[in-house]
Each structure stands twice: as C-alpha cells, then as structure tokens.
C-alpha cells in the first residue's frame, strides 16, 4: 500500500509537469495565434490619433508571430487619460493589448495632474509612428494674422477637454507669453472643433498638422488658414515662417518651460503595451512595429491619408519618455503654476 501510494503521489507529480511544460515551452507563435489583441485609442474617432491607431492595427498583425488581429477599440475622455488608466491598471498585462494615448502624459505624471492613476516610465513603450507637431489656426477671415495679434484681440478657439494637447499647448502658451486665447470646451474632436469654425461658432482651434492636412487638404495651400503658432522643437518645412511656441519666449526661463511642453511633440503619434508583459513578448512587439514602419502597404496607406511617417523605436522612445523625470523639481514646478489641468 505505501509502495501505491508513493507510485501515485509520483504520478500525479509527473503528470503535472507534463502539463505544465507546454505552458512554460511556449513560443510566440502559439500564443499569438488566434488572439485577438486590442488597440486601445484615447480618442474619438476621425482624428489625426486614430488614423494612426487604426493604420497600425491594420498592419502590424501580419509582422508578429502567429499573425494575431488587431482590433481598434476608441475610449475617448480625458484627453485619453481614461484609456490610459484602463491600459495601465485593467488591461491584461500579457502582451495583448496595444494602445496609443496622449503624448503629454509623461509631464502630467510629473506635475501631479489629477486622476493620472499611473507611472508612464512602467507602460513598455512600443515605438513611435511619427512626431505630432500641433498648431494653433484660424480661419482666414478672422482679423488675427500673425500671434503677436493675439496680445491685443481675444480669439475663440474650439476644444475638446481641458486635458487634451488641443487645449494644453494654446492654454500654456496664453499663460507664459499673454496671448488671449479663449478656449470653448465640448467639441468631441478636432473633425467638430473644425466645422464649428467654418460655422462661426469660433474662430480657431489648435491641432495636430496631421489632422487638418486629413479632414481639410486644401486648407493652407489655398490659405484658408491662417497658422500663428507652431508647436514643435523644429520648425515644420511645411510651416517655415511660422514661429515655435519656445521661441516666443522672452526669457530663457519661459524658453525652457515652453520647450519643455513642446517636447510632448517628440513622443508624438505612439504606440505602447501595459506594464510586466513578458519581455519576449514586448520585444516581439517592438520588432513588428518596427517592421510594420517599413511595410510598403502601411507606408501607401499613411501617404493615402496624408499624414506623415516619423518613427522611433521603442527603445528610444521609452529612454525619452524616462528623461522628462530628469526634468529638475524647480523647472517642474514652474511648469506646473500654468498647466491648465492643475
């Protein structure tokens, strides 16, 4: 009877490594095949930032072993701080799931945002798609022509929420240099806040190059536009008389706050996963995404929507969203007296 029952605790151990050993010899092909993976987009539909989600999602199932599907899912709000948060504490942490959020999380984090329930250094950071350089813009007819206008007349811009680069980046802008902006919040994206302008309802708004090139080709071509600001760490060769927000500074002080800001524009249009996913499974990740970058069919299809291509791996992504924690407490706090969010 002992000799049984020692022949079957030793059977039941060796049946559980059998069982076990094909979970542990995995490769990442057999997890990936068949899966689903979820491409969480902070924002609306038909802006510059799901365009690029979508883009992604439709291409970058074919370069990781197993050749998953992608499946975009919009959780607007917040300025994509609710997909954020879902991304960073509810989403499976196993390398199914792919999101694209806000490029000024990594300050926020920094300036002690409200509801920011997350580190952006722990999201594993899959790669950049291209830079967001943002404008601010109004419609031709309005009688504000360069940005030093603004000192002197109020101008009406539309927006989404408080948190959104929609509203940050003209809002800290107004708040360093004394620009009048006045920000109307509610429009669900950039696609409204720009109708609302050809409506009357106001008279300006301020986004990515991306979006306004997409919804509206023909707007600075034919001049229908007038662009008063850049935000960027260089300026765009399709806006080379335009100013960039830190050069508008009158100081070094108010240059380094403003350039601080606009360096969300480097983070840009991104792709990143949740937080412990296996290594082997986020560097699977960060090698598709590389590979989709130089995918023809994805390169025709970003060309076909008119946005740009600008990628970074996500190596050095990761490093430089690590560097805004660099960023010294005296400069932050400066930085955070005129975030708009606060």
Known sequence: MRLLRFLGHGAVAAFALVVAAPAVAQSLEEFYRGKQL???????????????ARTV?????????????VIPRNMPGGGSLIAANHVFNVAPRDGTTLSLIAPT???????????????????????RVAPSVNMT?????????????????????GASARSSTVAIYPAVL???????????????SSTASMLAMERGEVEGHSTSLEVVRAVHPEWLPERKITALVQYALQRHPELPDVPMSWELGRN???????????????????????????????????????????DPAFQAELKTQRVELGPMTGEELQKLVVEVGTVSPAIIDKVKAIYPVN
């Open 174 to 188: 107004g708040n360093v240099i004394g620009a009048k902006f006045r920000i109307v919040m509610g429009y669900p």
């Open 38 to 52: 979820n491409m969480i987009i902070g924002y609306p539909t038909g802006g510059s930032n799901d365009i690029y």
């Open 105 to 127: 999380l990594p300050l926020e984090e920094r300036l002690g945002v409200p509801n920011v329930k997350l580190k952006t250094a722990e999201f594993n950071w899959i790669g």
């Open 252 to 294: 070094d002080e108010e240059r380094q706050i403003l350039r601080i800001v606009a360096n969300a524009t480097e983070v840009g249009k991104m792709i990143l996963s949740t937080p412990d996913t296996p290594a082997e499974r986020i560097q699977a990740l960060r090698r598709a995404f590389d590979a989709t970058m130089k």
């Open 137 to 157: 813009f109004v419609m031709a007819s309005v009688p504000v022509k360069t940005i030093q206008d603004t000192f002197k007349r109020e101008v009406i811009l």
């Open 57 to 69: 999602a439709r291409h970058i199932g074919k370069h990781i072993p197993g050749n998953p599907t």
